[in-house]
């Protein structure tokens, strides 16, 4: 049995790649190691609790000594780090918290790694060659795109908020440890995910929460802000990919291949809502309501996902027409 260690799995994207990695792997122990702040949710990991595969800590992936004890105790030979600070208007609000966590607590856990894995740069521990460091990573480090283009594993970064800039931080970290030290490191950006557990401040549960409590649907500025929109199993597929059979030191973005702005999205998460549940009365949309846009929101992002397709053979399944029904379903269940 391999112990890995994954980080932030009480959050939107790790509590589906959790219970989806251990049925697929059945060598696996995962230990969980999640801070659990408002992002963090031990429900959603209800299904796997119960698992003698499963381990959950509460701590904080910025205490060095409560990381060296796991290490040491569990013999972790890999970790798949999606711990993160990841609300950009939080971070407007609060940058410190973010460079803190994803900066610093990005630091401290893979030189935590490194020291329990190898002798010296270049040198791996006897038995420990295989041990690989993957770090969840964003599109938004690579700052905003024009009305074409896409960004690439060669796009300079250029990030625009706290979070974003918090962000490319830790991706050079862990770049540097790869080329400094020889660790076996990689790195994949994603595009924006949505999916079953994620938080509701985010835009798609926000957009169902308040379509279903009869409240104002709040759409920033003229809601032509685009995303390419990436369904959240299929990123979980995705970091297996590149965990498995990644290069070392490389990196890889994962994208839906879904570009949508904001006032679709609200369009057919409405849409939907009409027919799934509908009002006595109109329609969900009448609901909508356009706010005072978000300082600094960029304008598009949009991922090439050529290189983990072409390499690793990966294909996202859902079509945001089709993920989307499959999420509000869950949301509906839920509420």
Not at 142 to 162: H, K, M, R
Request: proline share 3%; charged share 25%.
């Amino acid at each position: 049995m391999k112990s890995l260690l994954i980080t932030g799995c009480a959050g939107f994207i790790g509590s589906n790649f959790a219970p989806y990695f251990l049925d697929k792997y059945p060598d696996y122990h995962l230990v969980n190691l999640d801070l659990l702040t408002y992002a963090g949710n031990l429900e959603n990991l209800d299904e796997i609790a119960g698992s003698d595969r499963y381990t959950f800590i509460h701590g904080d992936i910025c205490d060095r000594d409560l990381l060296e004890q796991l290490f040491s105790q569990h013999d972790i030979r890999g970790v798949i780090h999606f711990a993160a600070e990841s609300h950009v208007d939080n971070s407007i609000k609060n940058p410190g918290v973010f460079v803190q966590t994803n900066v610093n607590g990005t630091f401290t856990l893979i030189d935590v790694a490194y020291k329990y894995w190898m002798e010296k740069p270049f040198a791996f521990k006897s038995g420990y060659e295989a041990c690989r460091f993957h770090h969840i990573s964003t599109d938004e480090v690579y700052g905003t795109l024009g009305e074409t283009g896409l960004f690439t594993e060669a796009t300079p970064y250029a990030p625009n908020s706290p979070y974003s800039a918090s962000k490319a931080g830790s991706d050079m970290i862990v770049r540097s440890y790869y080329h400094t030290y020889g660790m076996n490191t990689v790195i994949t950006n994603c595009s924006n995910n949505y999916g079953p557990k994620q938080h509701n401040e985010k835009l798609i549960p926000t957009i169902i929460r308040k379509a279903i409590t009869g409240e104002n649907i709040p759409i920033y500025g003229d809601g032509k802000n685009i995303r390419d929109w990436l369904y959240v199993l299929d990123h979980c597929k995705g970091i297996d990919l590149v965990y498995h059979s990644g290069n070392v030191g490389e990196v890889y973005n994962i994208g839906g291949r879904n570009e949508r702005n904001n006032n679709y999205i609200a369009d057919k998460v409405c849409e939907i809502l009409d027919e799934l549940r509908p009002k006595a009365q109109g329609s969900y949309k009448d609901q909508l309501n356009y706010v005072e846009d978000r300082a600094g929101h960029d304008k598009r992002y949009a991922i090439d996902a050529t290189k983990i397709e072409t390499e690793l053979g990966w294909q996202a399944d859902e079509s945001f027409e089709t993920g989307i029904v499959k999420t509000i379903k869950w949301y509906l269940g839920k509420a």
